[in-house]
């Protein structure tokens, strides 16, 4: 993730020119993977760069099977059809910070200090927090700080989970892909939601086939963590004096997404890996880096940083994805 620091907007202010250059030190320290906010998102979603005010894709339906025909027959004619198009557009995000000259003058360089580390990180925390709130949100829109309405739908027009995706051949049933089953303490649900994913058909109605790898979880359901640890890890069958094997051993990768909380419950995410890449179901888009520029205010002689970006998040596809214990959805 590339963070751009303009030249000093008109820094010749001997008080600021030399706790500038420090303060720019600092933010640059901070700037590394020493937290996961950035490794959350790129395990979540797809990150992309853009040069575009949007980001556009759509799929195409699939042939049918060849058929059996007569000696001499015409082969059956088929077609393909545009799938469903959707266009994600990115979004400015703004924030600044002041450093007064008081401050400077009297040498409070680690405040000065700690205020410019505290900015990357709020940097590194939006985005990581606007991802995570774009993904795990029931319904077709979600909150973002004191945004609301931002938008979620897949190119269907319907939200991310949802119990009625639509084909777009003729005769294509509606799908779920979000149920109310809680994950329970033993690997029977994991096993029929990994199967309901494998059996999703794309939009003419043939069956994809996806090994679903990945479970996501919140960051505050302990006791689902461990349950889902045991489950996958233990060499024989979790909760069973059985000398079995474990079918789930090896299958599967936890990602806690830390930026995740509920109140109540403890939904769960099950998602392809492979599915999410090649279907671009979670996509995220680096539109601007974070540009930090700062300038001296003339009428209070204070040190004003400002950073801006532009990123977006969004879903081209639902076929990777599932979520179980929800508030809303269907039951198995």
Excluded at 114 to 135: E, G, I, T
Excluded at 152 to 163: N, P, S, V
Aim: charged share 25%.
């Amino acid at each position: 993730m590339a963070v751009v620091f303009s030249k000093n907007s008109g820094l010749n202010d001997d008080l600021w020119n030399e706790w500038s250059t420090l303060l720019i030190s600092k933010m640059n320290d901070v700037d590394t993977e020493k937290n996961n906010d950035d490794e959350l998102v790129k395990a979540l979603f797809n990150v992309k760069k853009s040069d575009k005010f949007g980001e556009k894709a759509a799929g195409m339906t699939s042939f049918g099977d060849f058929e059996i025909v007569a000696e001499g027959a015409d082969a059956v004619q088929d077609e393909l059809q545009e799938g469903f198009a959707k266009l994600i557009e990115h979004k400015q995000f703004i924030k600044s910070f002041v450093c007064t000259a008081e401050m400077a003058e009297d040498g409070n360089f680690d405040e000065m200090a700690l205020a410019a580390q505290n900015f990357m990180r709020a940097y590194k925390r939006s985005r990581a927090q606007y991802a995570s709130d774009c993904l795990v949100t029931e319904g077709a829109t979600f909150t973002f700080g004191s945004k609301t309405g931002l938008d979620k739908t897949t190119g269907d027009a319907k939200g991310l989970f949802a119990t009625d995706h639509p084909g777009k051949k003729a005769g294509v049933a509606a799908q779920a892909n979000v149920y109310t089953n809680p994950f329970g303490t033993d690997s029977v649900m994991l096993n029929k939601l990994a199967n309901v994913g494998r059996n999703f058909r794309n939009a003419s109605g043939i069956v994809m086939g996806y090994t679903f790898d990945t479970i996501i979880i919140p960051g505050n359901t302990p006791e689902l963590e461990d349950t889902i640890k045991r489950i996958i890890r233990s060499d024989l069958q979790a909760g069973s004096e059985l000398n079995d094997i474990n079918t789930q051993k090896g299958l599967w990768k936890l990602i806690v997404d830390h930026r995740w909380t509920v109140e109540e419950g403890a939904p769960y995410i099950l998602m392809s890996s492979e599915a999410n890449k090649e279907l671009l179901g979670n996509v995220f888009y680096d539109r601007i880096p974070l540009n930090v520029r700062n300038e001296v205010k003339n009428l209070s002689r204070n040190l004003e940083w400002s950073g801006r970006a532009r990123f977006s998040a969004g879903f081209y596809d639902w076929r990777h994805i599932i979520m179980g214990g929800a508030k809303v959805g269907e039951t198995l």
